[in-house]
């Protein structure tokens, strides 16, 4: 993407966490910001100064009905006439045993975390294909690519989202749009301390086990995260842009954030590597003659 003019992002999830640091970091280098949050006057000092800077913000709740999330998309982009980087941050995450979660708020997971970014995404492309260019930044988690006890669906809704834009960063290649799935570890945003969290037991059966082990670590940690959420929006910045660290450096898939982000990935790498090398044998031996 060409760093030298302004781009316009438009940012879900605004109201806390990477979405406001993304947009903080995109208005100091002087692209415009469209921000965005389900209830916006829960946070009117973010507003302020986003509007202060120049920016905008606007409603959107990421679990509307497609035709609404439709309507909200084409007024924003008539805002400056086009939007060249959009940014589905908005999500929550469900901890607790799998045995534990009702369906319910297993269902209320992926409308947030995954029907949420394919509704806004859908509504997007139309205007970046007419226009040969944009992209697409999901951001994820490293919850995405290994799940550990006690995340099982918000690891799933990862999942999904790891899949979905796997295949589309193949689709939009004949329309010269981007995608980027950025996967963050633990940063210390107030996401585990701002109702982004929705704890589901554990039930007696899951006491004193690894579940509660995660539990406890999740509540333990807040504060306390090793990522720095503004460093983290810097370089999802830089990639996008390809500027900075992620200058002269090829088009990657993903965007993996944070020290203990990559040794998981790396661990979880060399275990699937492990696991389909022991088994090739008995793998290979399943095709006809």
Excluded at 80 to 93: E, H, P
Excluded at 114 to 120: D, E, H, I, Q, T
Excluded at 190 to 217: E, M
Aim: aromatic share 6%.
């Amino acid at each position: 993407m060409d760093s030298s003019t302004p781009k316009v992002w438009l940012i879900t999830g605004c109201s806390a966490g990477f979405g406001i640091s993304i947009a903080r970091a995109v208005l100091a280098h002087g692209h415009y910001v469209i921000a965005s949050s389900r209830n916006p006057s829960k946070t009117p000092e973010l507003v302020e100064e986003v509007t202060k800077q120049g920016g905008h913000w606007i409603t959107l709740d990421v679990t509307s009905p497609a035709p609404e999330i439709n309507q909200i998309i084409d007024d924003a982009t008539k805002l400056y006439g086009r939007l060249d980087v959009v940014v589905n941050n908005a999500g929550f995450a469900v901890v607790g045993a799998v045995e534990d979660i009702d369906e319910t708020t297993a269902k209320a997971q992926f409308d947030t975390n995954v029907f949420g970014v394919l509704k806004v995404t859908q509504a997007v492309l139309p205007t970046m294909r007419a226009a040969k260019a944009g992209t697409i930044v999901n951001i994820g988690s490293v919850a995405g690519l290994r799940a550990p006890p006690a995340v099982s669906l918000y690891a799933a809704s990862k999942h999904a989202l790891e899949a979905i834009s796997e295949s589309l960063s193949q689709e939009l290649v004949p329309f010269g749009i981007r995608v980027l799935m950025v996967e963050p570890g633990p940063f210390r945003t107030n996401f585990l301390g701002r109702g982004a969290v929705s704890y589901q037991g554990p039930s007696d059966s899951y006491r004193d086990g690894p579940v509660q082990k995660i539990v406890q670590h999740l509540e333990n940690e807040h504060g306390t995260q090793p990522g720095d959420p503004v460093k983290a929006a810097e370089r999802i910045f830089e990639v996008v842009l390809g500027v900075g660290m992620a200058a002269g450096k090829k088009e990657y898939l993903r965007l993996v954030l944070g020290n203990r982000s990559v040794d998981a990935v790396i661990e979880k790498l060399d275990r699937v590597r492990e696991n389909i090398l022991a088994l090739e044998d008995i793998s290979r031996s399943a095709d006809f003659d």
